[in-house]
């Protein structure tokens, strides 16, 4: 996994090099990013990333159907890696019959098929990889093609220091025997046997813990849980008084950005605070880089290698997603 892990910058770059001959006219009211799992994160990146601008609303829709307002004036980008997710194929469907305008973006598969015979614009992605590992090929071409319908000037000049940001991190993290010195390790050694939690110093960056968690999931083949600041103030913070049996074995790892708000912060140090007697183990990773793209890009990529050598920590393959396969053959099967 460290190898597939290592690719990012270059994913990033990958694609900005190519020419995608797709042409998006005028008045798109809405985009919907239609995906599952890996294939999905990118939209959500997107939605982040484009949240501060004068954008129309991004959505990511993870279901077999697409929500109601979609139609003629919709964007639907519909994202699977393998082009075989069931639930992406029922939206694209669902998208035809609605009128959008429609994108697919895929290694191939049955997706890549119905969008070749049906005529629709697909730009096909480079294959062999894990969903999840192709985060940069799954993100970028969402960019690209955001910026061609006018809702996102200059986004490639966001890519390009995201990319330069991953590699010092990649520089950093990468060490093929990993010590004391590498953040990641440490932080993944502070981890074991502990049931992580992670928390967004806001919801601008909570893309970047959902995917935390679904690396620990997935590739550690543990489970962790998240939440942003400040709505897990007003629930899951009351679920803390809960048994010290419990609440002594999570690691709670805070997520910062660079421009929170300044109630964020307040809440997050009285939060601490108050919990400092019932969790036992308080972890903050900082975002890096001017851009939201940036910063997003460097938590997520921090928590990539987290993840991966917390999987190593354990002394399990961080590669095949066992449960993941057997439900999809059931499924199959009927």
Known sequence: ???????????????LQQEYRITIAGGISNVVVAGMGGSAIGGDVLRCCLSTRKS???????????????GRDSLVLAVSYSGNTEETISAFEDARAKGARIIAVTTGGHLGSLAEKAGIPLITIPAGLPPRAALGYLFTPLALMAEMAGLADGIRDEIRETAAVLKEIREELCADDPDGSNSA?????????????????????????MRWKGQINENAKAPAYYNCFPELNHNEFTGLEGPEMLTKRIAVIILRGGNE????????????????????KFLTVKARGRSRMAQLFSLIYTGDFVSTYLAAIYGVDPVPVNLIEALKKRLQDG
């Open 261 to 280: 708000h300044p109630r964020i912060g307040r809440r997050m140090d009285i939060t601490r605070e108050i919990l400092n007697d019932r969790i036992t």
């Open 1 to 15: 996994m460290l190898e597939y892990i290592h690719g990012l910058p270059d994913q990033l770059e990958y694609c």
């Open 56 to 70: 129309v609303p991004v959505l990511v829709s993870r279901d077999y159907r697409l929500p109601g307002f979609v």
């Open 185 to 209: 390790f440490e932080l993944a050694l502070e981890l074991k046997d502990c049931i992580p939690v992670i928390w967004a110093a806001g919801s601008d960056l909570e893309v970047a813990a």
